[in-house]
């Protein structure tokens, strides 16, 4: 301390050490904090403070914190916390404030309120710095403490922090540095070597400053932050903070006893019970309000701002997968944040950005492909691509009246609103651009290994078993030597190696040294380096720099030559595993062995006179041939099998270059001494192009081979029970069990096999059959069984589909009959003729104890048709007859007996294979006894006896008294309850005065059975509890009709349930001057009455958890609080969403083709109204939005070219708007608002006792983007006929609502209103589609086998009783609905048996590929076309009902999946072939249902508008009559065209023929204008494919191509112009429906020219996939262009060339500049026919420069000018490009360019 007042003053830690003491404890870690001393740095202490003070009174603060170790154990912490706070002394309770009163009883209130004084002024004082230094301190939470090896989460830091304040300001700056976490062996041995990061290292600064008088200001900034998130990083942080609840022992408490409920229906007093509901809050008045003068502004009169500005500006989330010992990437999501914040103290406001990119890892290519794509901008010409953004707003609201409840933005009642206060705060979520979302069968791969990686996380499975840990691992599968070279950019274990020399078989891994281009690049883009190996093979003389970035195959040219003289060539083979590559130098020739036995392989020797064994090709595996044996003299390959002979004949695999789809079959003959079949084996060649060395392309020598050994037919098994196969020449058969296969390598065409079923039914089944050649796919094999007294026959499937030249064989039955009755079952078939002789040889009888499937079949004659059969109980009659091939429906069939009936619920479902149906027959009445104890039931009549069900079991009950009535009782007990009715869906509480109290009895009743649920006593399960609050009044009560009545006296509390529970249940009370009130006691209500004396008194009627309470009160505070009215609460918090839009993109990036596109949009243009002093905006109807749209684009089109229009109109002789200040003048004033609705919207908004939630789906649309598809829309709206959407508003697709009541007391939900809106909408499906959508999402890992189909199947099929009922449980969690509504959903299917199909990976397909056409022809039926069939499903409602979770759903989608399955066999299954004539029916039938319903609609609407309604209804009779016939016989036409069209035998005129329907016309002259072309296209057509045919075929096949064209052609000369006709029929008609639905509405007020609706298109075109197969961010523009040249000149260019780049060269787009990989074009819009011709063109070498840039556009330097007319030409060698937007020639030219340099030009 200095004289001048100065003054210093040190302090400093040097060590503080926390130590585990425990004596029964082991650990490593004695000191779990102390001072550690860091290498290179001064000693110094643990925490160092200095303070210092100068003569002008500055003051400085510093504290250091470094040198510390800190180690966390959690169950140690919770330990110490638990020592600290078990013994501290509780803190005194505060007394409840107190209001001093006066005698009035109100509070007193201060009338005014003064201003606050100024404080006293503080002597001025220095400046005050704070600093704050934590140096790298050396955190660890570790897992174990007895281990120095666990693992453990190392978290380090530096913070610095600097305070300056003084008496104005305050400046505030610091930061916090290198902040990391990862995850590593604690050890410091073994910490670097074992690190992996959680979150790389950042930093977080910030800056501010506190102003006396101005206010706050804040910056805080956080650079890039990189998550990686892995299994192993979520289990070590699982297992860590287990500690903080595995640590505590808890006491057991002991096992509660049964229930006694002896006094539940006793009468207790009130005072003695303590209700919710009576516990009012003592709360203060409220006052009238008192003025209160305004408060003198602040200092300066500036306002006191604060403000927050946070930046950051990278955020990358890494998921990964651990695979060995490394961290493989997966997904990738990149998201940056910003966000403003003011005066978070008053009224806070808060806005932020989020801009979000999501991406997957392509292993196979090396690229981050997107998930989340970029937005696509397009400016001048140019594309660039911006992230995602997501933009929010947080806003705290003033204490203003709002005008009314924005729960939606336009609501259906025009009444005058109600005022409500603004939500406290309001949450904003919006975005300006759709969210685009792409999903491929490569993304669905990762997702999957992804879900299996974090899956396991919590037991942390082993990770994924490792093929390499290395990046590049290289195998040598030659017979020669190969040298690999290192140099500098790879190592060999961390060695300096720098070539490897590898034997044949052997391998090596290489690590890259450099991983910066290992690293992941930005989002959405590849690798741009070129990684490449350098590998040699001496002997060969080749030597050659490989490309090892993708995993791809490449052919190189060696120096070696075969003996004809021809080049030879290996193939370096790159695999993806993981983040590693496989590189493999093999042949060009391998041999995959699809056998269950091994195969040597031979080839002939030079000499051409021995053999030599090359190896041997295992089961399922895969043996590259030498280069020896490939490049032999023959070619020839020969195969060999132990105990056979080698195969006489050869593959020549050379042979597959001029018939790639080559197959033989292979004979091996066996040895001597072993007589026996030969063993046959299909050779089946492959041909694939591969890269050629290191360029892109793929030439006419770089290919590969692969050779498939497959067995000539393989027989499975989906029977239950099992099969043995007889194979030819065997003595020994195989057994097959249930879902088991063998392979047949003896089986010739032509051999017999012999199948036996050995212990079904104990009889001996036996069948033998021929195999065919070309078997059909479905044939009936008959069993003969001769066991017994009688001969009997099973006649059972056989599919057998044909794969590479395999048959593949599945043996099923068509039906398994599955009895769970109990009883002994008889079936019979109701379609093969059963006579007195051998009746009981064709009834099949079922046991009740055989639990297992029983197979039912019919005779051949019938196995292929519409199948019936009845079903008889134990001596019963014969049920009517019930169709088994409708499945996935249900029903009941009655067996009568002379007293009583059986009721048999049949459920039909289809197994796994797709080929069995599985019939379940149940009881349709099901006990089911969920109490812990047993309990009896007994019917009316008193000759039966009681039943008795034990606990927890289900067993089947059988009716004998048609009253459907039943009473019960506890097991061993004398008390019955009442009866009970199980006619209909009821739930009721069954009265007992014993200790049990009760029996809590549900019935669910649906079409197909009938479930009775009994359980134990639950709370809330009695019919009422009456309380009664009042003082001196008593009340009566007694059920409806039934006497006697009870008497409920002041102050008591009783428990009720109904008397007689099988009638009508109304509760009936009486109080005060109120006589005989019913009450049916599943509402909620209020109200007030008299007593007797005149007094008010009040009744509620409420849910008090799950019980139903009716209260009397004299108390209005009590009975509103219990009713507990929230619907003018004031809201806490709103939240609205708002998404422009939503996009999913479905690709099959395998088969580079673009499946679907689902879009959620946004709607068109949308005007509102709004009424002076209100904030509600309110859409107008369709017809005023169209009629006010069209006025105004014609005021701003004459605005913008400079006119004077007037802004005030008349419209319709109603409206007068006025667009300059965008009011409404007449017929009433309102503000004007044009508008859209976002495609997703919605709001959610909370308070303390209700949640409301309401959303929209604006417009829903799936596309389906293959390029030869029949229906390009497969889903989208339908609108409303334009006579009912005139005078309504726009609705959305899909609008939901709810109002949630929330209370505090309970954990019931009780739901006040739920509703849900779907508009009608058609479903177009096509087989290409359906295909391709299978293709695209099929994931192999789901593809199962044929044994697990038949084990799943055969695990349903026996299951219990109770398991195939849906059993209700009483206990379980329940919500309440007062009102749940579920809208009726009008649907229009069609379907087409053609369409595009997708390109096929290759492989087997799975046995459910074809399920429609197989199930069908199972049935008998043949489905061709479905056009517009219609299925109306009705509307699910369920009012004052208690529903779980799973009860709803279950509910719901078997009320709508019933509903549709029915339909479809009635409508689909029974339609004529040709067409839709049903159509005509369905149409006069809608029009006599308008006449009946609309006027009574028009009525309801008001008296004024039911004259309108009635010419509604007249002119839908009309439509429908005129209109479904011309409807009709247009899709009769077309139905007939379509066959005739395939008469052609060519399928690129059906696909052109598709494409020309597709393109619907617009109006009727269009539409004749198209079906003429149709008509002279055809003729055309016929004519020229005469000449055309033959040739083309010639060229594709030679000789018998000619032969095959020629008939093509003559067929087409008849069929082509056949079919023209028959289109433009079609067409012509269709026009005549287009017509009729556009003057439809001149009958009512001429809605023609201002309701015109467009045909529904694709909502973009097909993707552009680019050469290197890398999947972008979709670019419209390059779609477009790729669209053009797959249709110029009828698909001529699809497959030669490839499309770079286009430009629009005019304003009205008519005419294009289009460049491919190998020419340029000059395109014409035809608008004529509707396409685009081609006015010249050249391929690139043909160009004699560089294009140049000139005034007119592009000049092209080409040569002499070609004969011919051209719209656009130049001066003799060039050619002028009419481009007349500088930017986009600008940009062509660099294209041209780029585009000549990559082809060398």
Not at 603 to 616: A, D, R
Not at 836 to 865: G, M
Not at 1610 to 1639: E, I, N
């Amino acid at each position: 301390m200095e004289s001048d007042g100065a003054v210093e003053c040190r302090v400093s830690l040097s060590d503080c050490v926390l130590q585990d003491t425990r004596p029964d404890k082991e650990t490593c870690f004695p000191r779990l904090m102390e001072k550690v001393t860091r290498v290179g740095k001064p000693t110094a202490g643990m925490i160092n403070v200095m303070f210092s003070q100068k003569a002008n009174q500055d003051k400085t603060l510093e504290v250091r914190v470094s040198s510390v170790s800190l180690i966390l154990f959690l169950p140690y912490l919770m330990l110490l916390m638990e020592f600290f706070t078990k013994n501290m002394p509780e803190a005194p309770k505060k007394p409840p404030p107190s209001a001093s009163k006066p005698a009035g009883g109100k509070p007193q209130r201060p009338t005014t309120l003064e201003p606050p004084r100024p404080a006293a002024s503080a002597p001025a004082s220095g400046r005050l710095t704070l600093q704050l230094t934590v140096e790298r301190p050396d955190v660890a939470l570790v897992e174990d403490l007895k281990d120095i090896n666990t693992r453990a989460v190392v978290f380090d830091n530096e913070v610095r922090l600097k305070v300056q304040q003084t008496a104005e300001k305050t400046n505030i700056m610091g930061d916090i540095s290198r902040v990391q976490l990862f995850t590593c062996v604690y050890s410091p041995e073994q910490r670097e070597k074992t690190m992996n990061e959680i979150v790389s290292p950042f930093s977080v600064s910030v800056i501010g400053s506190i102003t006396e008088g101005r206010g706050t200001r804040l910056q805080v900034e956080v650079t890039d932050v990189k998550l990686h998130v892995n299994a192993a990083a979520i289990h070590l942080l699982t297992s860590i903070s287990s500690g903080l609840t595995g640590s505590s022992v808890r006491a057991e408490a002991p096992a509660a006893g049964p229930p006694s409920w002896g006094s539940l229906w006793d009468t207790h007093q009130l005072r003695t019970l303590d209700f919710w509901f009576m516990q009012t809050e003592v709360g203060e008045e409220m006052c009238e309000e008192v003025p209160v003068p305004a408060l003198p502004a602040a200092s300066g009169g500036v306002r006191q701002e604060e403000e927050l500005i946070f930046k950051a500006r990278s955020l990358s989330v890494t998921v990964e997968q651990v695979v060995g010992a490394r961290n493989v990437p997966l997904v990738l999501l990149d998201a940056a944040f910003e966000a403003q914040v003011k005066d978070w103290s008053s009224k806070l406001l808060a806005e932020s950005s989020l801009t979000l990119e999501l991406a997957y890892y392509n292993s196979r290519l090396a690229a981050w492909e997107p998930i989340i794509e970029c937005v696509e901008r397009r400016e001048s010409g140019m594309v660039s691509f911006s992230p995602w953004e997501l933009h929010m707003k947080v806003e705290k609201n003033d204490d203003v009246l709002d005008v009314a409840s924005p729960l939606s933005p336009a609501s259906e009642s025009g009444a005058d609103s109600v005022n409500f206060l603004p939500p406290v705060m309001s949450v904003t979520v919006s975005t300006k651009d759709p969210l685009e979302m792409t999903v491929t069968r490569t993304c669905l791969d990762v997702l999957t290994s992804l879900q299996e990686s974090l899956g396991g996380a919590l037991e942390l499975t082993p990770p994924v078993a490792d093929e390499t840990d290395a990046h590049f691992l290289i195998r040598n599968r030659l017979e020669q030597q190969a040298v690999v070279a290192t140099g500098s950019e790879y190592t060999v274990h961390g060695s300096d190696i720098e070539e490897v020399v590898l034997e044949q078989g052997a391998e090596v891994p290489l690590m890259a040294r450099d991983l910066s281009s290992l690293q992941r690049p930005g989002t959405s883009t590849a690798l741009d380096s070129n990684r490449t190996i350098h590998i040699k093979v001496p002997s060969l003389g080749w030597s050659a720099d490989v490309p090892v970035t993708r995993a791809e195959s490449r052919f190189f040219r060696v120096a070696r030559r075969r003996p004809d003289g021809a080049e030879c060539g290996l193939v370096a083979d790159i695999r993806a595993h993981f983040d590693s590559k496989i590189v493999t130098l093999r042949s060009c020739v391998q041999v995959e062995n699809h056998q269950s036995v091994p195969v040597k392989v031979y080839y002939m020797n030079s000499g051409g006179n021995e053999l030599q064994c090359v190896g041997v090709a295992e089961p399922d595996g895969m043996l590259p041939l030498p280069l020896s044996a490939v490049y032999s003299s023959t070619a020839e390959l020969f195969f060999g099998v132990d105990g056979y002979t080698v195969s006489l004949l050869p593959f020549v695999w050379r042979d597959l270059q001029k018939n790639p789809d080559l197959t033989m079959t292979l004979k091996c003959d066996s040895k001597s001494g072993q007589p026996g079949q030969p063993f046959c084996m299909l050779c089946h060649g492959e041909m694939k192009p591969v890269l050629f060395e290191t360029s892109r392309a793929k030439t006419l020598a770089s290919r590969t081979y692969r050779v498939h050994l497959r067995p000539p037919a393989v027989l499975s098994n989906l029977l239950p029970v099992a099969l043995t196969y007889l194979r030819p020449g065997d003595l020994e058969p195989v057994t097959l069990e249930p879902g088991g296969s063998c392979q047949m390598p003896t089986a010739q065409t032509g051999d017999r096999v012999a199948l036996q079923l050995l212990s079904y039914l104990d009889r001996r089944w036996s069948c033998s059959k021929q195999l065919e050649a070309e078997p059909d796919e479905l044939t009936v094999w008959t069993f003969l069984s001769a066991d017994g007294d009688y001969q009997t026959d099973l006649s059972l499937g056989m599919h057998t589909r044909t794969v590479c030249g395999s048959q593949l064989m599945s043996l099923y039955a068509p039906f398994w009959m599955i009895n769970r009755t109990g009883k002994m079952l008889t079936y019979k078939n109701c379609l093969d003729e059963v006579h007195s002789v051998n009746e009981t040889s064709n009834l099949i009888y079922h046991p009740e104890t055989f639990l297992e499937p029983v197979l039912f079949s019919f005779k051949p004659s019938s196995f292929f048709s519409k199948k019936k059969a009845a079903v008889r109980v134990e001596d019963s009659e014969w049920s009517d007859k019930f169709s088994l091939d409708t499945v996935g429906s249900g029903g009941t069939v009655t067996c009568a007996t002379h007293n009583w009936d059986y009721g048999i619920s049949v459920q039909i479902q289809l197994s796994q294979s797709g080929l069995t149906r599985q019939v379940y027959l149940l009881p349709s009445v099901v006990l089911a006894n969920s109490a812990p104890f047993a309990i009896q039931v007994h019917e009316p009549a008193p000759e039966e006896d009681w039943i008795t069900v034990p606990a927890n079991t289900s067993q089947p009950f059988w009716p004998r008294d048609r009253a459907k009535e039943l009473r019960c009782r506890v097991a061993d007990t004398s008390e019955e309850t009442t009866y009970f009715s199980y006619k209909s869906t009821n739930t009721c509480l069954l009265h007992l005065s014993n200790t049990y109290g009760g029996i809590s009895m549900s019935v669910q009743v649906s079409e197909a059975s009938t479930i009775i649920t009994l359980d134990d006593y639950v709370d809330g399960m009695a019919a009422v509890r009456l309380i009664n609050n009042t003082d001196n009044e008593e009340v009566a009560y007694h059920q409806k009709r039934f006497e006697p009545h009870s008497v409920l006296k002041p102050g008591e509390v009783r428990l009720y349930t109904w008397q007689r529970p099988a009638s009508e249940r109304q509760l009936s009370w009486s109080c005060g001057k109120v006589k005989e009130r019913l009450d049916t006691l599943v509402k909620d209500g209020i109200g007030q009455f008299e007593g007797k004396d005149g007094n008010l008194l009040y009744w509620v009627s409420f849910l008090d958890g799950m019980q139903r309470t009716l209260m009397f009160t004299t108390d209005v505070v009590v009975a509103t609080q219990a009713h507990n009215a929230v619907e003018l609460e004031r809201i806490d918090q709103e939240i609205t969403v708002s998404i422009e839009g939503v996009g999913l993109s479905l690709v099959n990036n395998v088969s580079q083709t673009d499946v679907m596109y689902m879009g959620i949009t946004s709607s068109g243009v949308v005007w509102e109204t709004q009424k002076a002093l209100h904030k509600r905006y309110r859409a107008m109807t369709s017809l005023q939005c169209s009629i006010l749209e069209r006025a105004h684009q014609n005021f701003m089109n004459q605005v913008q070219v400079g006119g004077n229009p007037q802004p005030r109109v008349v419209l319709d002789n109603k409206m007068e708007v006025d667009f300059s200040i965008m009011q409404m003048l007449q017929p009433n004033r309102r503000f004007l608002r044009r508008t859209f609705q976002s495609g997703l919207w919605l709001q959610l908004r909370t308070s303390t006792h209700q949640r409301q939630l309401h959303a929209k789906l604006n417009r829903l649309q799936v596309d389906n983007q293959l390029l030869d598809s029949v229906f390009p829309v497969v889903l989208a709206p339908v609108p409303p006929p334009k006579s009912v959407a005139a005078d309504n508003e726009p609705k959305p697709f899909v609008e939901m609502s709810m109002v949630e009541r929330l209370a505090e007391h309970t954990f019931i939900k009780q739901f006040k209103y739920c509703k849900m809106l779907v508009q009608e909408f058609h479903v177009k499906l096509d087989q290409g589609f359906i295909n391709a959508l299978v293709d695209a999402l099929s994931v192999d890992k789901l593809n199962r086998n044929t044994k697990e189909l038949v084990e799943s199947d055969l695990e349903v099929a026996t299951e219990e009783l109770s398991k195939k009922v849906a059993i209700r449980s009483l206990q379980e969690q329940r919500n309440f609905y007062d009102n749940l509504h579920f809208s009726p959903l009008k649907i229009h299917v069609s379907f087409s048996m053609t369409g595009g199909a997708s390109s096929s990976s290759g492989g087997s397909p799975p046995i459910t590929s074809g399920f429609i056409n197989l199930l069908l022809q199972s049935v008998g039926v043949t489905l061709t076309e479905i056009q517009d069939v219609v299925f109306k499903l009705a509307y699910f409602e369920r009012e004052h009902q208690f529903l779980s979770q799973s009860e709803l759903t279950s509910e719901v989608v078997a009320h709508y999946t019933g509903q549709a399955v029915k339909q479809l066999y009635v409508l689909v299954l029974g339609l004529d072939v040709i067409g839709n004539p049903f159509g005509l029916v369905v149409g006069l039938t809608d029009g006599v249902s308008d006449l009946f319903y609309e006027p009574i609609q028009g009525a309801i609407q008001g008296p004024g508008e039911f004259a309108e309604g009635l010419a509604l209804g007249v002119t839908s009779l009309f439509s429908h009559a005129v209109g479904g016939t011309a409807g009709a016989v247009s899709r009769i036409t077309g139905t007939l065209g379509k066959g005739i069209a395939a008469l052609t035998l060519d399928e690129d005129y059906q696909q052109r023929r598709r494409e020309a329907l597709n393109r619907r016309p617009t109006d009727f002259t269009s539409g004749i204008a198209q079906s003429g072309r149709g008509l002279f296209m055809g003729v055309v057509d016929g004519v020229t494919g005469v000449v055309k045919k033959p040739l083309e075929g010639a060229q594709e096949e030679g000789a018998l191509g000619f032969v095959k064209g020629m008939g093509k052609g003559m067929v087409g000369l008849f069929t082509r112009p056949t079919s023209g006709v028959v289109d433009f029929a079609s067409g012509s008609f269709d026009a005549v429906k287009r017509w009729r639905k556009q003057t439809d509405l001149k009958l009512i007020k001429k809605l023609n020219r201002t309701m015109d609706q467009d045909e529904v298109t694709r909502l973009r075109p097909p993707r552009h996939f680019q050469a290197d197969r890398i999947i972008r961010p979709y670019v419209r523009h390059e779609a477009e262009g790729a669209k053009m040249l797959l249709e110029l000149e009828k698909g001529r260019y699809a497959t030669t060339d490839a499309y770079v780049a286009h430009a629009i060269c005019r304003a009205d787009r008519r005419v294009v500049f289009l460049l491919t990989d190998f020419r340029v074009f000059l395109l014409n819009r035809n608008e004529i026919f509707g396409n685009w011709q081609v006015d010249w063109t050249y391929m690139w070498k043909e160009l004699s420069g560089p294009p140049k840039l000139t005034a007119k556009g592009l000049e092209l330097r080409v040569p002499a000018a070609k004969k011919g007319f051209s719209l656009f030409g130049g001066s003799e060698g060039a050619k002028t490009v009419p481009i007349t937007d500088k930017t986009s020639a600008e940009w062509m030219k660099n294209k041209m360019t780029e585009t000549m340099q990559q082809y060398n030009v």
